[in-house]
Each structure stands twice: as structure tokens, then as C-alpha cells.
């Protein structure tokens, strides 16, 4: 697996509360939910922060084991839990990276705070002859396979302070013969498709393929320069994070 990926801060005021990373066989997206500028998180961190932690942990989780390595020791080894892996392969691991962020933080923040620091979480991994797949909230996975372009959107509940939330995550498996490409974008990539009405689904994964992440978020950018005030495509932010993982097989 190949993966290429860029990100772009929407507003400089706030910084880029996105985050991507990648590993051999592994990627992980995450729109860290940006509330107005002033909100009591109850967290002296921050959502970029909170955004990045959890990013790195589940990633860390993501490969823990591949390859026939022996998977590590607790706090690295997953508490699969309840959770069965041949049915669910990436809650149990998404589930032990929130509570590991949660225990970081808990004596310095407010973590029972409403507004406390959350997340929306695109994670994709490479295990033989399988890619598992997770998406949580508002963010989108595209997979490009033998039936064509399928989309995956997921709903309202975000990754935040309870391990708990990642059994609302959607995910599933899919035989690594045949997926041609995968494509993990937040919700401020997606806008010339779900929100300006500009291009569909296959549009964009075409530009990314065609031209990569970044040629996407800069006509994305475009779009959004020709209507500042938000007129035509009524929207809470004139600009977006926006970030896109390219991953070709």
C-alpha cells in the first residue's frame, strides 16, 4: 500500500485541527470538531492536541501485530474486550486508544465537560490478504474495489473522553484483491461534493488520483474564495480543515 496524503489549515486564527498519519500498512485520519474560538473545553490542551494524541495511539494500535510480529504488552496491546476481532477488527482497538488519551489527560482537564476535546476517526489496515476499515462521525471513506466507488459517511457520535463510542464506529473488511484505491477525507474535503454540489463522489477520487490530495483541497479553496460570506453554499465556516489520504494498492 502507497499512501499520500496533504492537509491545509482553514483558518489561521485556530491552526489546523486535522491530523494524518500513516505506517507501513496502516492510515489514520482525524478532524479534531472545532468549536467557536473561546469555548471552556475544560481541557488545557486543546482539540489539535486531543486530534493528534489519539491519532498517534490508534495508529500505534493499528500495527501492533502485523507482519507475524508478536503484538506488545498492555498499554500498546489492545484491549479487544468484549469486542470480537474476526467481526469487529478495529473497535476494540479504537476503543483502548480513547481510553488511553482519556487517563493522559484526566488529571489536568474536566473530561465529563460536553465541549470536552473530540474527534471524527478514519482508520484503514492492511492485515494479509485483508483491509479493515473504521469510520466514526462526519467523515468520509472512499473505497474504489470490484463494485465500483462505494462511500462511507458516518453519523453524530464523535471519539471524545468514553471508550465506549467506538462501538458506534461503522466498520468492515473487504479481500485486498481487487481494492484499487481508498480514500479517507474529513469533512472540509468533501464540500464539492456534499455541500457545493460541484462534483461527485467519483470526481473527486478521479482528481485525487489524477492530480493527488492536494489539487482537490486547492479547488476546494477555490470554491470557497469565490463565496466568502457564505451566500450560495450556506456554511457555519467560510473555510475548513480539509485533509485527504490517498491510499493506492
Known amino acids: 500500500m502507497r499512501v499520500t496524503w496533504a492537509t491545509d489549515e482553514g483558518s489561521p486564527e485556530r491552526g489546523n485541527e486535522d491530523f494524518v498519519a500513516s505506517a507501513p500498512g496502516a492510515v489514520v485520519v482525524l478532524d479534531g470538531c472545532?468549536?467557536?474560538?473561546?469555548?471552556?473545553?475544560g481541557c488545557v490542551h486543546g482539540t489539535a492536541?486531543?486530534?493528534?494524541?489519539l491519532g498517534m495511539r490508534l495508529l500505534s494500535r493499528l500495527v501492533d501485530g502485523l507482519?507475524?510480529?508478536?503484538p506488545s504488552s498492555p498499554p500498546v496491546g489492545p484491549p479487544e474486550g468484549t469486542y470480537r476481532p474476526d467481526q469487529r477488527p478495529l473497535v476494540g482497538r479504537l476503543a483502548g486508544a480513547i481510553a488511553d488519551v482519556a487517563a493522559s489527560h484526566?488529571?489536568?482537564?474536566?473530561?465529563?465537560?460536553p465541549t470536552t476535546p473530540a474527534a471524527t476517526v478514519l482508520a484503514l489496515r492492511v492485515r494479509g490478504e485483508?483491509?479493515?476499515?473504521?469510520?466514526?462521525?462526519?467523515?468520509?471513506?472512499l473505497l474504489d474495489g470490484p463494485d465500483g466507488l462505494r462511500e462511507i459517511t458516518g453519523g453524530r457520535d464523535y471519539a471524545a473522553a468514553d471508550p465506549a463510542?467506538?462501538?458506534?464506529?461503522?466498520?468492515?473488511?473487504?479481500?485486498?484483491?481487487?481494492?484499487?484505491?481508498?480514500?479517507?477525507?474529513?469533512?472540509?474535503?468533501?464540500?464539492?461534493?456534499?455541500?457545493?454540489?460541484?462534483?461527485?463522489w467519483h470526481g473527486l477520487a478521479g482528481t485525487i488520483r489524477e492530480q493527488g490530495p492536494?489539487?482537490?483541497i486547492a479547488r476546494t479553496r477555490e470554491a470557497e474564495r469565490s463565496d466568502p460570506?457564505?451566500?450560495?453554499?450556506?456554511?457555519?465556516?467560510?473555510?475548513?480543515?480539509?485533509?485527504?489520504?490517498?491510499?493506492?494498492?
Open 49 to 53: 492536541w486531543y486530534a493528534r494524541s
Open 229 to 249: 460570506s457564505g451566500a450560495r453554499w450556506p456554511r457555519g465556516k467560510p473555510h475548513d480543515d480539509a485533509t485527504i489520504a490517498h491510499c493506492a494498492f
Open 130 to 141: 485483508l483491509v479493515d476499515y473504521l469510520v466514526l462521525a462526519d467523515s468520509t471513506l
Open 165 to 200: 463510542v467506538a462501538r458506534h464506529a461503522i466498520t468492515g473488511t473487504v479481500p485486498l484483491a481487487g481494492l484499487r484505491h481508498a480514500y479517507l477525507l474529513t469533512d472540509g474535503a468533501t464540500r464539492l461534493a456534499d455541500r457545493f454540489g460541484l462534483a461527485d
Open 214 to 216: 492536494a489539487a482537490l
Open 106 to 113: 484526566r488529571s489536568t482537564c474536566d473530561l465529563r465537560r
Open 67 to 70: 507482519g507475524g510480529a508478536r
Open 34 to 41: 472545532g468549536l467557536p474560538l473561546g469555548t471552556d473545553l
